[in-house]
Antibody, heavy 121, light 108 residues
Framework: QVQVVESGGGVVQPGGSLRLSCAAS????????MHWVRQAPGKGLEWVAF????????YYADSVRGRFTISRDNSKNTLYLQMNTLGAEDSSVYYC??????????????WGQGTLVTVSS | EIVMTQSPATLSVSPGERATLSCRAS??????LAWYQQKPGQTPRLLIY???TRATGIPARFSGSGSGTDFTLTISSLQSEDFAVYYC??????????FGGGTKVEIK
């Protein structure tokens, strides 16, 4: 079945960096756009970034542009999120999600189980 | 940026009753709207896309309607497993993709 599984979360100090990974299975990963979405504890959902099927275009939320980089390795069926200059406001569960298309962002389905990032000294 | 506003914030409903959730966009998103369900401690699940198309495996008691700026998610007869938080999301104008703040459906 279509599945995405995140990893790489943890506790990081303010100003630090972390790289999240998302392993995809059950579909032709190289044909689909992929997203990162986050949710702060007890809060709503916030879209973070999208990457096209071939990595040719990437889009970011203003809150992370210039600090976060989305990337993918289609040979490994894996999506990444490199997060730099982390602040307390970045503490969230980060979800990886598949897009139904390849080029432009749409909705999210399915979602992974999420990986928790905590920024704290 | 398109702002999505959901109402009410909390909806108290008895099992078996109908629930009507509202989502309003700050400008037209055509029919490019999705709904998600999130139960406590669980990952969000897609319910509806294209404003009214049920996702695979979603029961018929869930229905979506609307276009432009006003949208509705209706749960025709609430089951115990339907008590959750529901989010709408627009994908018409991006970036960014934006979500509403959520409606919590709780047991009355």
């Amino acid at each position: 079945q279509v599945q995405v599984v995140e990893s790489g979360g943890g506790v990081v100090q303010p100003g630090g960096s972390l790289r999240l990974s998302c392993a995809a299975s059950g579909f032709i990963f190289s044909s689909y756009g992929m997203h990162w979405v986050r949710q702060a504890p007890g809060k709503g959902l916030e879209w973070v970034a999208f990457i096209r099927y071939d990595g040719s275009n990437k889009y970011y939320a203003d809150s992370v542009r210039g600090r976060f980089t989305i990337s993918r390795d289609n040979s490994k069926n894996t999506l990444y999120l490199q997060m730099n200059t982390l602040g307390a406001e970045d503490s969230s569960v980060y979800y990886c999600a598949k897009d139904p298309g390849g080029n432009n962002p749409n909705w999210f389905d399915p979602w992974g189980q999420g990986t928790l990032v905590t920024v704290s000294s | 940026e398109i702002v999505m506003t959901q109402s009410p914030a909390t909806l108290s409903v008895s099992p078996g009753e109908r629930a009507t959730l509202s989502c309003r966009a700050s400008q037209s998103v055509s029919s490019n709207l999705a709904w998600y369900q999130q139960k406590p401690g669980q990952t969000p699940r897609l319910l509806i896309y294209g404003a009214s198309t049920r996702a695979t495996g979603i029961p018929a008691r869930f229905s979506g309607s609307g276009s432009g700026t006003d949208f509705t998610l209706t749960i025709s007869s609430l089951q115990s497993e339907d008590f959750a938080v529901y989010y709408c999301q627009q994908y018409n104008n991006w970036p960014p993709l934006t979500f509403g703040g959520g409606t919590k459906v709780e047991i009355k």
